[in-house]
């Protein structure tokens, strides 16, 4: 998709888009009878279309309140208004409009972003091309931002939706294609471009590694498994992050398998690693002061002939040991592999991301993610790195009583809890217990928001939707050690 800046309106567009705050229906010169008609009052999501004489088309979207118009509402209006455009391949969006010269530059970010996430598709195996959509964007109206800043934010707002496409493209390939192997191939093909440091370890590093929840998980598979570290390294790095993300590139539950229901969506088990390798692939472009490094243990979880059985003990990197009695509670098992490497290196704080309980997805829907963790300052860093991008979480506690669920009779932990509440909250404090003493951390429960699997909505389209590489492209760039 190409975006150009114009201060005035372009004549050589099918589309003009115009954003009508809700308390100003009146002022952008819109014909008010044929707005009425369609029921438009300049609410978020609503759109109104208009046919010229000549033939091009005004698309009104709502924007709301004009005092509540932050970068939020214009990157979901923008979306909203890309969709509106239909088949149309140029449209001349005058957003900007309604934006005070100060905020031009992230107004024009949130725009581009919009428009480009509503753009995403996945066609790759489709015999017959998707229908034609925007090709060509005029941001109109634009003259208060100086053209470096304008050109710099649409490049970084290009680079962020790229980001989001990889981590949704990653979801979406069938988990029979997506092996960890060739994830790992993905993985090594964004560090090259992006001139990363990576090291994929195989099975035999694996094991050599001590890495015993991956390789039980990966027991019942005929993919070897694989870890993949990556690192980002600043010129005169300021402090360290790391991100650990969950690899689990089809869940069928293992032994303790999945109803085929529960089954249906397993490929985006690994939504936790691909939006650590989408942020990743676009940390250049937010040019973080610190140095950060990505943790990503990947394998299927099958239920071949060797598989790992409910009884089994494993060994964790740290040295703890972990009674599995369920084998679809496997995420936990990676990541406390993960986790334990992790910390190894003493980053100044983890995020990591999981598809981890369903639990979390009955608590919270599919619109919020679950945020826990072992330090209020860090959690409270990673909210509202996540509110700035719009990606919403709620935080749940980490109640030290629940910890004895986690007891087993033979080893030092089990794998899922003695009750069967508390899900989310039981898997977190099980994940605790691999981050180094003293390490903020923090836990995003992705598996309600990894999947859409409603109509397509504004930035979101069914199926995989690149949660989380928002939040941690921005949680790196304003990462300050020892706040
Ligand atoms: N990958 C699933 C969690 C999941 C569920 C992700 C629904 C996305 C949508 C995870 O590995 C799992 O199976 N968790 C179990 C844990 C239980 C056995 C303690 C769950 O949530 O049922
Ligand atoms: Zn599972
Ligand atoms: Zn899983």
Not at 15 to 31: E, K
Not at 80 to 106: H, I, K, N
Not at 220 to 243: H, I, Q
């Amino acid at each position: 998709m190409r975006f150009e800046r114009s201060g005035a309106l372009p004549g050589d567009v099918e589309a003009v888009v115009i954003g009508v705050p809700s308390d100003r229906l009146d002022a952008v010169g819109a014909p008010a009878s044929l707005l009425e008609a369609q029921g438009f009052e300049g609410r978020p999501d609503q759109t109104a279309t208009v046919v010229r004489e000549d033939g091009t088309t005004q698309v009104y979207v709502g924007v709301g309140p004009s005092a509540q118009l932050d970068v939020l509402a214009l990157r979901r209006a923008a979306a909203v208004a890309a969709r509106a455009c239909g088949r149309r391949r140029s449209a001349a969006y005058t957003l900007l409009d309604l934006v005070p010269s100060e905020d031009q530059a992230a107004a024009t970010e949130a725009i581009v972003e919009g428009i480009l996430l509503a753009g995403y598709r996945f066609s790759r195996y489709r015999s017959e091309p998707p229908p034609p959509s925007l090709e060509r964007v005029v941001l109109a109206g634009a003259p208060s931002v100086a053209d470096d800043d304008g050109e710099a934010a649409i490049e970084r707002a290009r680079r962020v939706a790229e980001a989001v496409a990889l981590a949704r493209d990653l979801v979406n390939t069938p988990g029979g294609e997506l092996t960890p192997a060739l994830f790992a191939e993905a993985a090594v093909e964004v560090a090259e471009r992006e001139n990363l440091r990576v090291t994929v370890l195989g099975p035999d590093e694996i094991a050599e590694a001590g890495l015993g929840g991956l390789l039980g998980v990966n027991r019942g598979s005929l993919n070897p498994p694989r870890f993949v570290e990556l690192s980002y390294e600043p010129d005169d790095p300021e402090g360290s992050l790391a991100l650990v993300g969950k690899g689990i590139t089809f869940d069928s539950g293992g032994l303790s398998i999945k109803t085929a229901e529960g089954m249906m969506t397993m490929k985006d088990d690994m939504g936790g690693a691909a939006a650590v390798l989408g942020a990743f692939s676009a940390l250049a472009a937010v040019r973080p002061r610190c140095r950060v490094s990505g943790y990503l243990p990947l394998t299927d979880n099958m239920s071949g002939g060797d598989a790992t059985r409910p009884g089994d003990v494993l060994k964790i990197r740290n040295g703890k040991t972990v009674e599995v009695l369920n084998t679809d509670a496997e995420g936990r098992l990676i990541l406390a592999d993960a986790l334990s490497l992790a910390s190894e290196a003493r980053p100044d704080a983890i995020v990591d991301l999981a598809t981890l309980t369903g639990a979390v997805e009955v608590a919270l829907g599919n619109r919020i993610a679950g945020l826990l963790g072992n330090d209020q300052h860090w959690i409270d860093e990673v909210r509202s790195a996540a509110e700035r991008v719009g990606e919403r979480v709620w935080q749940l506690p980490m109640p030290d009583d629940y910890r004895p669920r986690l007891d087993s009779d033979v080893a030092d932990l089990r794998n899922i809890s003695k009750t069967k509440d508390a899900g989310t909250i039981t898997a977190a404090l099980f994940l605790r217990e691999f981050v180094g003493e003293g390490i903020p951390w923090a836990h995003l429960d992705i598996a309600g928001v990894a999947w859409w699997g409603d109509a397509d909505e504004a930035e979101m389209s069914r199926g995989g939707t690149g949660w989380g590489v928002r939040t941690l492209l921005e949680l790196a760039r304003t990462f300050r050690a020892g706040r």
